[in-house]
């Protein structure tokens, strides 16, 4: 079935990703494609306390904020996995609330438009970091490990997969630019200390 008419078929999910959903999404989808959101753009602007730091070291990942638009990829999911998919995604993205789940309108890049799910960033809660100076953003994420895994490989991943979409995120261009500073100035004390590499 073509896109076009996957567009009207109100019964499926559609759900927007535009961060970690883009490259490991966790559910079952019928097909995916290149969206635009408008009225929100990507931004490393969530203190992460779970995923990727905890609350005495926190991490930074990406949100949906207000202003300008987006471009990401936008899942259908068939009707009869809706509710499984939407369980997950709440339990994902809503475990400390800083995210609002909420039902925009998208616009793909082959035409045509939908509802979908997309999680937004809430600018009350206490983990919404705004917008933050390079030099401290690259901090947060450079020394940020949570339950999933350690900062810079959430970040890298989405950079590297934003470029095979052939989508530009500048500011995540900069902060994979800063970090690859930081592994090369590291490398030469981690090298030197790599005699016991087992503590």
Request: hydrophobic share 40%; net charge neutral.
């Amino acid at each position: 079935m073509s896109l076009a008419a996957t567009v009207s078929c109100s019964d499926d999910l559609w759900v927007f990703g535009y961060g970690s959903l883009m490259w490991r999404p966790g559910f079952d989808y019928v097909e995916s494609a290149l969206a635009w959101v408008h009225g929100y753009h990507r931004s490393l602007c969530i203190f992460s306390h779970v995923h990727r730091g905890t609350p005495e070291r926190p991490g930074l990942v990406l949100g949906l904020d207000k202003g300008g638009s987006c471009q990401g990829v936008a899942f259908r999911v068939a009707a009869k996995e809706r509710e499984k998919t939407v369980q997950y995604l709440r339990e994902r993205e809503l475990v400390t609330a800083v995210y609002l789940e909420k039902t925009v309108g998208v616009r793909f890049a082959e035409g045509g438009c939908a509802n979908a799910l997309a999680y937004v960033v809430d600018r009350s809660h206490c983990q919404y970091a705004g917008r933050l100076p390079y030099d401290e953003m690259t901090k947060l994420i450079a020394e940020g490990c949570g339950l999933a895994g350690d900062n810079p490989a959430y970040v890298r991943n989405t950079y590297e997969h934003l470029l095979q979409l052939d989508i530009h995120d500048a500011e995540l261009a900069e902060v994979v630019r800063r970090l690859d500073q930081c592994s090369c100035r590291a490398a030469p004390a981690q090298k030197k200390a790599g005699a016991n590499p087992g503590h």
